[in-house]
């Protein structure tokens, strides 16, 4: 047992939130002894914690482990932490530590977190978030890796390019009422400021103090020399903490930015002489200005960095040029327009809204591109391990072919582009803007049909309608909280922040806790929740969620009926109000159960109910027949009875449950049974989000894979 304070700003996990703790004192025996370190350890989304919070913290203090492909014990060892506690126990204390500074500095990033989280669907908002604050874990896990397999991971994390881009403008706008010299002193406050706004992690340091040694050269009156630097930023790195060196981050951030100085030019002098030696010359200056930025650099600093992944992951991405190419040019306007969207949201939300839907495109486009690269099947392979041998023995190689010879232009012979009028540079690409968000809107628009979601969230549920009216019902929200706003954002027009209804079928985790940041960021006009709640952890912060944020709150009963405009209507089944028989600790049998009406077609959802609940059903004659079936408790054996089964009588049957998940879900009987009645059954494991769409009359099957 010991007593500490939450010294670093918690990382939201899919399914927990990991704290790093700063530990005061130990219990020895009968008495508390004063310690100093830190470690991480994992704790429930609810209740939440924020920096300075203290701490009793009892569990199995260990080392962290050193694993086959990966060091956990030098990577937190870069960080300061050197424990890790497993099956931890938290209680607070009501006290605060640490820093005021620190703890204003996170709140603002919340804030800010916020503004972009109201201006922008995730993962949209996620990616701004990681780009512009330099946010960790704000991508759900399957975007998360498709980036690390495209080789992306880069462009979501604080670069050199953030620290110039907040230079420049702080220049910009200094020089208007200050001298030079003022304001590149403005310029360098701006830099350190940002720097710790957004957190000192090793490619923030190293990109910092070479943008300050840059303006310190300009006040000097020397020239920058990026290598000197780039040397002088690592050796005050270091200095300060040796472990820096061991830091996977510091390694590729020092070698990419290596690459850029050395290899790149090296590249763009080989394109040149080639091109030059093929015929002209004037469209070889202008092929290589076009392509410099976005194709040598990236290739640079993939060569420089393919050792370093090779040697730490055993990973190596096979598009990650491809990626590169595609998606780097548009991260230059995503950070201009992401953080005057921002700004403006934080000064009037509106106003940011609208400026969100200039940067909106460009965020989905990169997403679009990182998945459809990123999930090929081949897109990143494993690759045997290397040891430290082979990457120096790479790095030389790279010196021999790279180094030698004398820098030059590039052929100044050759013509100059011509300077486009402004209405061609920015108004074509405006235009098409425009046309594209009309488009994306139009095909937003309600088309007449009720559609149904079955969100693959992993293992829980979420279901999505969307009325032929353009009515918004979300049943259960996953175990994921990011995760299911990313699914929203994906199926949702990108403007829309109304759901008209939220039903909560019951209080487990795998069903509640992604409900609760869609209350905080979607205008949510009525909940309809079980009147067998409990008051666990997460269920009181639930309902002071919904306290909070003042959503009208409807307790359940059987029989109850909500009509949403005149294509759908919702019958509540089960439980009753008063179903004091049952046992309110089983919330799983007391779960809500909906039968959705469109027309002819009638899809039952049963929540997490059992075979029990399903007798009760059944003896009081509820109307079960049904179009589709959402099996309950994710295919469980104590759900979906041949009786029942046969009452309901579904053509299709969709089971919301997470792949290669700890209990053995779906049951074999279950399919066994499902496939007795002769239905069709989709899984958010294999087929990812199914949509069930239908007008009343006929009814269509969209996945991952086929229409039917």
């Not at 029942?644 to 049951?667: C, K, R, T, Y």
Request: aromatic share 8%; hydrophobic share 50%.
């Amino acid at each position: 047992m010991l007593r500490g304070f939450v010294s670093a700003d918690p990382s939201f996990r899919d399914r927990y939130t990991q704290l790093e703790i700063s530990a005061l004192e130990i219990e020895h025996g009968d008495e508390w002894l004063p310690v100093r370190g830190k470690l991480v350890l994992k704790v429930p989304h609810y209740p939440e914690f924020e920096y300075g919070d203290s701490l009793l913290v009892t569990g199995l203090l260990e080392t962290p482990p050193v694993l086959d492909d990966f060091s956990y014990k030098e990577y937190l060892a870069s960080r300061g932490v050197h424990s890790l506690m497993r099956r931890a126990q938290v209680t607070a204390l009501g006290e605060r530590r640490g820093s005021g500074l620190i703890r204003w500095m996170y709140g603002q990033k919340k804030v800010l977190r916020g503004v972009i989280e109201s201006i922008l669907p995730n993962p949209d908002a996620g990616l701004l978030s990681g780009i512009l604050l330099g946010l960790g874990h704000t991508l759900p896990d399957y975007l998360a890796e498709a980036f690390r397999n495209a080789g992306l991971t880069h462009i979501i994390v604080i670069s050199g390019f953030n620290i110039s881009l907040v230079s420049q403008a702080a220049m910009l706008v200094a020089r208007r009422s200050l001298h030079r010299w003022l304001a590149l002193g403005v310029s360098l406050c701006a830099i350190a400021l940002y720097a710790f706004f957004v957190g000192l992690s090793a490619p923030v340091l190293r990109a910092a103090l070479m943008g300050c040694l840059f303006i310190l050269g300009l006040l000097a009156g020397r020239r920058s020399h990026p290598l000197t630097s780039l040397a002088a930023a690592s050796l005050v790195m270091t200095a300060w903490n040796p472990l820096t060196v061991w830091s996977v981050s510091f390694q590729l951030s020092f070698a990419s930015t290596l690459a850029l100085i050395l290899i790149e030019p090296a590249l763009a002098r080989r394109a040149y002489a080639w091109m030059t030696g093929a015929g002209g010359t004037g469209w070889a200056s202008s092929w290589i200005r076009g392509v410099r930025d976005v194709f040598l650099a990236t290739l640079a600093a993939q060569m420089a960095t393919l050792p370093i992944i090779w040697y730490h992951f055993s990973q190596v991405s096979v598009v990650s040029l491809l990626a590169n190419a595609l998606v780097l040019p548009a991260q230059p306007p995503i950070m201009i327009l992401g953080g005057i969207a921002a700004a403006l949201g934080r000064v009037w939300l509106p106003a940011g809204r609208l400026a969100g839907w200039l940067v909106w495109p460009l965020l989905r486009y990169t997403i679009v591109i990182v998945q459809g690269l990123g999930e090929l099947p081949l897109a990143s392979l494993r690759v045997p391990s290397i040891g430290a041998g082979v990457v120096w023995a790479f790095y030389g190689l790279l010196c021999v072919v790279f180094l030698p010879g004398r820098r030059g232009k590039l052929g100044s012979g050759g013509r100059s582009l011509k300077a486009q009028p402004p209405l061609i540079k920015f108004g074509i690409p405006a235009l098409g803007l425009v046309a594209l968000l009309t488009w994306v809107a139009v095909l937003s628009l309600p088309d007449g049909k009720l559609h149904v979601y079955f969100l693959d969230i992993g293992q829980g549920d979420a279901i999505l309608m969307r009325t032929p009216d353009g009515h918004t019902i979300l049943v259960d929200g996953g175990p994921d909280p990011l995760l299911l706003t990313s699914r929203l954002g994906q199926v949702l027009p990108f403007w829309q922040r109304r759901i008209d209804l939220v039903v909560a079928t019951h209080a487990d985790q795998d069903h509640l806790a992604g409900l609760i940041p869609v209350i905080e960021r979607y205008d949510v006009t009525h909940v309809i929740e079980s009147p067998f709640m409990g008051e666990g952890a997460l269920s009181n912060h639930w309902h002071q969620v919904l306290a909070s944020t003042g959503t009208n709150l409807i307790l359940c009963h059987r029989g109850m009926q909500v009509t949403l405009g005149e294509d759908l209507t919702l019958h509540l089944l089960h439980p009753s109000a008063n179903a004091v028989h049952i046992a309110e600790t089983d919330d799983n049998r007391n779960s809500i159960v909906l039968m959705a009406v469109a027309g002819r077609c009638r899809v039952l959802l049963t929540a997490d109910i059992d075979a029990l609940a399903e007798q009760e059903l059944l003896y009081l004659g509820q109307p079960l027949s049904a179009t589709l079936l959402k099996v309950a408790h994710h295919g469980s054996r104590s759900s979906t009875s041949t009786a029942f089964l046969d009452v309901v009588n579904p053509q299709l049957a969709v089971i919301s449950v997470g792949e290669d998940n700890s209990f053995g879900h779906p049951d074999k009987g279950v399919l066994d049974r499902l496939e007795a009645v002769e239905c069709q059954v989709f899984r958010t494991d294999l087929h990812g989000t199914v949509e069930f769409i239908t007008d009343g009359q006929t009814c269509w099957v969209k996945s991952a894979r086929t229409w039917r």
